[in-house]
């Protein structure tokens, strides 16, 4: 009977410790059970207008758009159009419609320090080679290559649509996103399960091959019984484009459903492209409410972080450097030294706004669970370790800012020699500032359709508010 109790007692303890312990050595707390009543309907407005813009903001050039639009609707300018800036500005600079700086001016010069959100605003896509179109066995097909990591399967027998511009030699441009508002979809077709025999010995990342991710363009013949001739007339006739304006095209086949919520509770979001355009919007929303902050407020929309960070729109160009000059000589009056430059530089407090991925519920066994996020569990503080994590003195001030604020946080970390993953901080490191990487989960990450909670979203909304308005 004693060995009976007191195995009772040991499972008894069990259950009450062991849950405890899994939270508390992850810094987790209940999101949703930290949200006030009085909040409950923000909450739902602020997850649809995050809907509305994933709806509208499928590629960097739409997504600009639409940053834009908000912008200039809370009262925002082009930094070009200001003679002088004073305490309050609101001002953007769009780099070649694909990347966008917007900030409020502080009440200190920019030396003194600034606030600095980076988000990238491209998504994993599929994107159309110069010279795409191609006929085979009665169909006519695009020749596609894919931009940052996917698992190509998922890209089979879903809508998709086409976005981007078409640049042709007279100097205009057409912008494209043909699947949208009605339109027709592209779809890659996949291979029925009576035939596709000879081809189940494939990997995961093999089930469709790179060269595989064509899509069908048209099969209708013209009355010569060329498919080929039926496609170039739509085309040309319906949207101005001959064959050879494809060499001049950015064009990109993206998932076409639409934003929705998900579960019977409707707790969470589901969506293309929320890494990264979650922390994209969460943060430019956040900056849309600052006023007068001490500090000067910016948030930078990157493009080309899936792939590098590379060319005149990634982080990885001077498009921030020569932005914070700009607003140094606005706000100056005047031509600054490169030391008062590179002191601005030094002196922006960063966050590296990215999501990490969440514990999945059927393969929770990737995860680290002690250092692993989850849906609901609040802001994520992203620890990377080996060299890439800023100070202890930066990471204290980062729990301080979340603590006082009442803001509910978990970290991430990924299983070691198991998983990987970069945010744009690198490069904010190379300018001379501390950076924080700072984010919202989710699940499905870089698939065509992936999950987040709109707790999380709320939070991190908060955060942003509470970081903007630092001194």
Partial sequence: MRKFLLSIAIVLLWAVVSPAQEAESNFQQDAWARIPESDAARVEALAQE????????????????????LAKAKGFRPLEEMERLRAGDRVYVINRDRAMILAVVG?????????????????????????????????????????????????ASIPLALVGRVSKKDGTSLDIAIGLEGEPYLVIPDLAPHVDRPFRDRKQQEVLKGEE????VGTRPDAEGSVMGTVLAVLEKKYGIGREDFISAQLALVPALPPADVGLDASLIGAYGQDDRLCSFISLRALLDVRRPKLTAMVYLAANE????????????????????????????????FSAHRRAMRSIHAVSADTPTAVHPTFASVQEKTNAARLGGGVVLKRYGRGTDPTSEVLAKVRALLDSNGIPWQTSTYKVDIARGGTLGRF????????????????????????????????????FGAFFAME
């Fill in 50 to 69: 995050y809907k509305d813009f994933l709806r509208r903001a499928r590629h960097e050039l739409l997504a600009v758009a639409e940053a834009k639009r």
């Fill in 107 to 155: 009440s200190v010069p920019l030396v003194e320090g600034a606030t600095l959100s980076a988000a990238h605003i491209d998504s994993p896509r599929i994107e159309l080679k110069a010279n795409p179109l191609y006929e085979k066995e009665g169909f006519v097909l695009f020749q596609t290559t894919y931009h940052g990591g996917i698992k190509k399967y998922q890209w």
């Fill in 213 to 216: 991710l064509d899509p069908i």
């Fill in 306 to 337: 899936e792939v590098g960070s590379h060319n005149v729109m990634g982080a990885g160009s001077s498009f921030l450097a020569d932005t914070v000059l700009a607003l140094q000589e606005k706000a100056g009056g005047g031509e600054v030294t």
């Fill in 428 to 463: 904010l490191s190379d300018d001379g500032m501390d950076v924080v990487d700072i984010g919202a989960p989710l699940v499905s990450m870089h698939s065509t359709w992936s999950l987040s909670s709109k707790a999380d979203l709320w939070w991190l909304y908060r955060f």
